[in-house]
């Protein structure tokens, strides 16, 4: 079902994922025609970035990607498709002024216990720097015996089966 997510659109030589409204996007680009002149444009944009980099350069999180593509986005609508990031975030649905991205990410795939098919999503973008650091370091006996969204997600797509036996893990807040 997500590979319909992949057809390029003829009208849009771009295709990301992002807010429609606000023309924001989130750097997961799904598909570009070969050598596309914003492409090219971007790669001399990070080029550039990299020859006046210092060790005095504050490098945020947004450094290569969004800083370009958004200013762009907004400026050539005409030229970039952008897909309702709700197609494949899940987790905006907790989002709120008070509830950030990141926080909205931890507690839906870290803090429930959701499984593949209570999740609204054909495909799933993932942002590995939120993962909490002991979950990128657990063992394979461990991350069986987790019940929580994110390994229920990945335990279901790797055809993997949880040991009934034995306790399941959960995070704490």
Not at 37 to 60: C, H, P, Q, R, Y
Not at 138 to 151: A, S
Not at 152 to 158: D, G, V
Request: aromatic share 12%; net charge negative.
């Amino acid at each position: 079902r997500a590979e319909k997510m992949f057809y390029r659109n003829e009208n849009f030589p771009l295709t990301f994922f992002g807010d429609v409204d606000k023309r924001s996007i989130h750097l997961a680009l799904i598909n570009s025609i070969p050598n596309t002149e914003v492409m090219n444009l971007w790669l001399e944009f990070i080029k550039g970035k990299l020859e006046n980099l210092s060790a005095d350069t504050v490098v945020e999180w947004n450094f290569f990607g969004n800083s370009f593509i958004n200013d762009y986005a907004k400026n050539h609508p005409e030229e970039i498709e952008i897909m309702d990031r709700r197609l494949v975030m899940p987790e905006i649905s907790l989002r709120s002024d008070s509830v950030s991205a990141e926080k909205a990410y931890l507690e839906y795939y870290f803090f429930q216990s959701r499984h593949i098919e209570d999740v609204p999503a054909d495909m799933l973008l993932l942002h590995n720097s939120w993962t909490p650091q002991v979950f990128k370091t657990i063992g394979r006996n461990e991350f069986i015996r987790c019940n929580f969204t994110m390994p229920n997600i990945l335990m279901a797509a790797l055809e993997m089966k949880r040991d009934l036996k034995s306790t399941p893990i959960r995070f704490v807040r």
